[in-house]
C-alpha cells in the first residue's frame, strides 16, 4: 500500500474532536481505571519505567501525570557538544536547508516560512541554514529540553491540522509540520538565533512550556503570539523548556554558518535526550 493511499483515512477522520476527547480522558483522575489505563500502556509500548524518577503506575492521578512522568537524576547525561539533542525519540530528518526548503521525506519538502507560521522575515534567517526533525513515539520520555543556552524572544501558537506525524504520515501528507498545529518559540543564543517548534498531531491534547503552562487548548483559530523582553526568559543547556501531552515531533532551525551534525545520525535512528547532536565549528 502507498504512503498516500495509507494516510487516507486521517483526511476523513474527525481529528480535532478525537483529540479534544483524548485530552480530556488524559487529564482525568479515574482511580483503577486510570492506572489498568497506564499499566496497559506500558506493557503495549515497552516503557522503561526503571528511569522514571517515579517508578510506581498505580501513583498517577491521571495519565497526563504519567505520560510528562520526570526522569531519575543522571538519567539523561548531558554531552559535551555545542548542540545536544533535546529529546528522546528517532531522527526523521536532519541536514541543510536548501534556500528555505525544509526536507521532510522523498518528494516533499516545505518552507521556513511556512513552519514558522508565514513570517516571512523570520524564515529568511534561516534560509541557507541548518534543521533538524526529531519524532517522539508513544513510548519515549515527553520532555523536551533545551539543545544550547537560549533567551526566548517570542512564541508563537499556530493553528492547523493535527494528522499524526508518525514515518508514513510523513512520507504521505505534504508539508506535514508547516500544516499541523505548532507551538514556534524563538530564541537567541551566543552563535545567533535558532527556533525551536513543537508539531501538534491526532491526541495530542496540548503542549506547554515552562514559562508560559498549558498553551493549547485554547484552539481560537487564529495565530497567537507572546513577545518577551531581553533577559525575561533564559534557559541553559539541557533545562527543561515544555512538553507534550501525548507524542510528537520537534523541529529545530539554525541559521547559516560552520555546523557539523554528529557523524553517527542517521534517519530512522533511535536518539535519546543530552547525546551530542551538532558542532558548531566545521
Same mark, same amino acid.
Given at each position: 500500500m502507498s504512503d498516500r493511499l495509507a494516510?487516507?483515512?486521517?483526511?476523513?477522520?474527525?481529528?480535532?474532536?478525537?483529540?479534544?476527547?483524548?485530552? =480530556?480522558?488524559?487529564?482525568?483522575? +479515574?482511580?483503577?481505571?486510570?492506572?489498568?489505563?497506564? &499499566?496497559?500502556?506500558?506493557g503495549r509500548y515497552k516503557v522503561n519505567?526503571?528511569?522514571?524518577?517515579?517508578?510506581?503506575?498505580?501513583?498517577?492521578?491521571?495519565?497526563?501525570?504519567?505520560?510528562? &512522568?520526570? +526522569?531519575?537524576?543522571?538519567? &539523561?547525561?548531558?554531552?559535551?557538544?555545542?548542540?545536544?539533542?533535546?529529546?528522546?525519540?528517532?531522527?526523521?530528518?536532519?541536514?541543510?536547508?536548501?534556500?528555505?526548503?525544509?526536507?521532510?521525506?522523498? !518528494?516533499?519538502?516545505?518552507?521556513?516560512?511556512?513552519?514558522?507560521?508565514?513570517?516571512?522575515?523570520?524564515?529568511?534567517?534561516?534560509?541557507?541554514?541548518?534543521?533538524?526533525?526529531?519524532?517522539?513515539?508513544?513510548?519515549?520520555?515527553?520532555?523536551?529540553?533545551?539543545?544550547?543556552?537560549?533567551?526566548?524572544?517570542?512564541?508563537?501558537?499556530?493553528? !492547523?491540522? +493535527?494528522?499524526?506525524?508518525?514515518?508514513?504520515? /510523513?512520507?504521505?501528507?505534504?508539508?506535514?509540520?508547516? &500544516?499541523?498545529?505548532?507551538?514556534?518559540?524563538?530564541?537567541?543564543?551566543?552563535?545567533?538565533?535558532?527556533?525551536?517548534?513543537?508539531? !501538534? /498531531?491526532?491526541?495530542?491534547?496540548?503542549? /506547554?512550556?515552562?514559562?508560559?503552562?498549558?498553551?493549547?487548548?485554547?484552539?481560537?483559530?487564529?495565530? =497567537?503570539?507572546?513577545?518577551?523582553?531581553?533577559?525575561?526568559?533564559? +534557559?541553559?543547556?539541557?533545562?527543561?523548556?515544555?512538553?507534550?501531552?501525548? !507524542?510528537?515531533?520537534?523541529?529545530?532551525?539554525?541559521?547559516?554558518?560552520?555546523?557539523?551534525?554528529?557523524?553517527?545520525w542517521a534517519p530512522a535512528r533511535a536518539?535519546?535526550?543530552?547525546?551530542?547532536?551538532?558542532? =558548531?565549528?566545521?
Amino acid at each position: 500500500m502507498s504512503d498516500r493511499l495509507a494516510v487516507l483515512p486521517q483526511y476523513l477522520m474527525p481529528k480535532q474532536a478525537l483529540t479534544s476527547l483524548a485530552g =480530556r480522558f488524559a487529564s482525568a483522575q +479515574l482511580g483503577g481505571l486510570t492506572t489498568s489505563v497506564i &499499566r496497559w500502556f506500558v506493557g503495549r509500548y515497552k516503557v522503561n519505567m526503571a528511569e522514571a524518577a517515579n517508578p510506581d503506575i498505580a501513583s498517577y492521578a491521571s495519565f497526563n501525570d504519567f505520560f510528562t &512522568r520526570a +526522569l531519575k537524576p543522571g538519567a &539523561r547525561p548531558l554531552a559535551g557538544a555545542d548542540l545536544i539533542c533535546p529529546v528522546d525519540g528517532a531522527i526523521s530528518q536532519f541536514g541543510p536547508v536548501a534556500k528555505d526548503q525544509i526536507f521532510q521525506a522523498k !518528494g516533499h519538502s516545505y518552507s521556513t516560512t511556512a513552519l514558522v507560521g508565514g513570517d516571512a522575515a523570520l524564515g529568511a534567517r534561516f534560509e541557507n541554514g541548518h534543521f533538524a526533525t526529531l519524532y517522539l513515539s508513544p513510548r519515549d520520555y515527553h520532555r523536551i529540553h533545551m539543545p544550547c543556552a537560549g533567551t526566548l524572544t517570542r512564541m508563537v501558537h499556530v493553528p !492547523g491540522d +493535527l494528522f499524526s506525524v508518525n514515518p508514513t504520515t /510523513a512520507r504521505g501528507v505534504p508539508g506535514l509540520f508547516a &500544516r499541523n498545529e505548532r507551538v514556534v518559540c524563538v530564541f537567541e543564543s551566543d552563535h545567533g538565533p535558532f527556533v525551536l517548534v513543537l508539531v !501538534g /498531531a491526532t491526541i495530542v491534547g496540548s503542549m /506547554a512550556t515552562v514559562w508560559h503552562g498549558q498553551v493549547n487548548p485554547p484552539r481560537p483559530g487564529t495565530p =497567537r503570539q507572546w513577545d518577551y523582553a531581553p533577559g525575561q526568559v533564559r +534557559l541553559q543547556k539541557g533545562e527543561e523548556m515544555g512538553r507534550f501531552l501525548l !507524542g510528537s515531533t520537534v523541529v529545530m532551525l539554525f541559521p547559516q554558518g560552520p555546523l557539523t551534525f554528529n557523524p553517527a545520525w542517521a534517519p530512522a535512528r533511535a536518539i535519546q535526550l543530552g547525546e551530542a547532536m551538532a558542532q =558548531r565549528s566545521a
